[in-house]
């Protein structure tokens, strides 16, 4: 097997038993990027000469004995994480230059850990979109189906892991840009309870629904990444403080017992025909697995789309206010007067996806209007929360699709932004009720494009749902599948 095939466990298990080298894993890793980079689109800014000085240190790290299961594992970050000293452009042209002083808690405990930074990952601009078409960098491709979307905003983070370009990656998610590219590249993504993971030096979208989470190439390695990130941090304000428990450990294989929820409002009319049928395998499984399933109704989930639309613009119409041309970011050459620099800057810095989502979230908080949209949305917010405060009271685990249909083709949905929108339609509420859920591989299409299966569960009960997706992946060969790229 080639060295960039390897897990997490795999090559830590190599690593440790010295029958490789982290220079070796992160020189046959820099190899492959370069191999297959200019047919995928995976990165933005690639670090290979200070990723094989943090391969060296590592390997001196594990000669002396003090490694942990990330020690000279070569990872990537989505470009929305700041990292002190390499370009941070969260896919726009708005920070195209930009160097940050300082770098995110995520990527800073996985350096502590002596993990090898690869390089950064591309994305849809600020993280808005669905198909990592609005990044300012090109467009990243499914590895899968080079024709096709690998999903977003976290794309390259996906698609770095189906190219085998990176042994894991970090992404974020605020409407499903976690799980649903996950689905659409056939990797395992988790989206962690908000406040979970520290969300410092993350570049804002929507603040109350952005979070930071793991893709990986199984269960397991998305475990061991969650434990790496997870915890405490004072410098966020929303980070709760609360112990982390050992994700691997929960990796148990056993789930004889565990009440599985069907919400009905998620299996609808619409629903792809291949999607449903994996839907339906994977019922199955967990079925001969010893799962029970139980039919509950999460009422209010038409209305999360229309709810979601209006926070998470309302709070980037806010968070992107600070992109002025003043202090840091794109400054317009053109300009003449304050007013001027100002108009300019954010009319060139800003894609047409961000400047859409900017004046919707600006009307939405408009005099006039704030009661009307915003407010209304978040009493809806709440309404949605009680769905799943009510559902978990019956079960364990919510089994539903992650996204209606697999990846779309490049450029089929650009013209028609609500079609886009609704393709998170499984992922948004997730999101609304801060809780958290994970995609694993579930199958394929008959086009041979994967297929994901969302497990969603209660607030800090990742546990139960890494113990949920390992049984299936172990009862199953669907993520041992490789992309042929």
Known sequence: MDIFELTIHELHGKLNARELSSAEATRAMLARIESVEPRVGSFITRTPESALAEAAAADRRIASG?????????????????????????????????????????????????????????????????????????VTRNPWDTARIPGGSSGGSASAIAARQATATLGTDTGGSIRQPSSHCGCVGLKPTYGRVSRYGVIAFASSLDQVGPITRDVTDCAIMLGAVAGYDSKDSTSVNTPVPDYTAALTGDIKGLRIGLPKEYYIDGLDRDVQAAMDRAIETYRRLGAEFVEISLPHTDYAVATYYLIATAEASSNLARYDGVRFGHRSEQAEGLIDMMTKSRSEGFGAEVKRRIMLGTYALSSGYYDAYYVKAQKVRTLIMGDFTRAFEDVDVILTPVAPTPAFKIGEMVDDPLQMYLSDIFTIPVNLAGTCAMSVPAGFSASGLPIGLQLIGKPFGEETILRAGHAFEQATEWHTRKAEI
């Open 66 to 138: 003090d490694a942990h299961v990330l020690t000279g594992i070569p990872l990537a970050l989505k470009d929305i994480f700041l990292t002190e000293g390499i370009r941070t452009t969260c896919g726009s042209r708005m920070l195209h230059n930009f160097i940050p002083p300082y770098s995110a808690t995520a990527w800073e405990r996985l350096r502590d850990c002596g993990s090898v930074l690869l390089g950064k990952l591309n994305q849809d601009e600020f993280a808005m979109g669905s198909s990592n078409e609005s990044s300012a960098f090109g």
